[in-house]
């Protein structure tokens, strides 16, 4: 059985209500890997998928490309009826002046493997730079001694095992 069809199952004895939230578990289906690192779903409410984020960075770049991801969600979760994005900035302890180079031929490459290839062209062209600059950060992140959560592989600042993000789910 499929993660989404877990998830559709499961959600059937909850109720009234429960298909609203097909955005949330199909997230990464719709966006990627790549990206579904960067923000994590926590609930669709009125056609608006809140979504927690690492930093205002993040939230702004999602934000200027909301309309495509919500026709994407659209295709992938349609009983979600998401019209609107919102974010909520989970800041971990960051690091200031943290050097991160421009992202290399390389590093496409490598966002490339995590950004599905039935997205459309003009959407994937913009997630496969956001998450080229994301693995570039992750490398830096790791060099200045930070770490890798154990529950969905971010790079983060802090002692604690789960990135802000997991913490908060």
Known sequence: MS???????????????????EAVWRWREAVGEGLSRLAR????????LHLAVQSP???NELRLWSREIVARLAEIAPKSAVK???????????RQNLPCPAPTGTDLRRAEKLIPEDIPAALREKFLKLVAWALV?????????????RRCGVAFFGEEEDCPLCRLS
Do not use: N
């Open 137 to 149: 950060q992750e490398e830096a992140i790791l060099s200045a001694g930070g770490k890798k959560c």
């Open 3 to 21: 993660r989404s069809s877990w998830f559709e199952a499961l959600g059937r004895t909850w109720g009234k209500g429960w298909e609203e939230q």
């Open 41 to 48: 779903p926590l609930y669709v409410d009125k056609g608006v």
């Open 57 to 59: 960075v993040v939230a």
């Open 84 to 94: 609107e994005l919102r974010f909520r900035v989970v800041a971990g302890k960051e």
